[in-house]
């Protein structure tokens, strides 16, 4: 069974950083890719990073390019978010998907940590 598991999240002020952890089980890192996305009140889920384990090919939006970085553990099976320069518009509920691809958004989602970035 495919398992998530979101850490890290907290709230930090302007311009701080925070790293996101996800706990994989269930699944090889060989295959597909998992997918860090966000969602906020009143705003659109947004793909924020994906990395592709067959590759490590990495993508990022256009809002957290620069930032953002995705990596991995391929040995303890973890997937990190590091954000820096955090903005107030970065705060939302961050999630790690499980995904047949990193342009395919439908997958296994864990329960989410929550990122609150104040002024």
């Known amino acids: 069974e495919v398992q998530l598991v979101e850490s890290g999240g907290g709230l930090v002020q302007a311009g701080g950083s925070l790293r996101l952890s996800c706990a994989t089980s269930g699944f090889s890192f060989g295959d597909f890719a998992v997918g860090w996305f966000r969602q906020a009140p009143g705003k659109e889920r947004e793909q924020v990073s994906c990395i592709r384990f067959l590759d490590n090919t990495t993508v990022y939006s256009t809002s957290v390019k620069g930032r953002f970085t995705i990596s991995s553990d391929k040995v303890k099976k973890t997937v990190f978010l590091q954000m820096s320069r955090l903005k107030p518009e970065d705060t939302a509920v961050y999630y790690c998907?499980?995904?047949?691809?990193?342009?395919?958004?439908?997958?296994?989602w864990g329960r989410g940590t929550q990122v609150t970035v104040s002024s």
């Open positions: 998907v499980y995904l047949i691809a990193c342009n395919y958004n439908s997958g296994t």
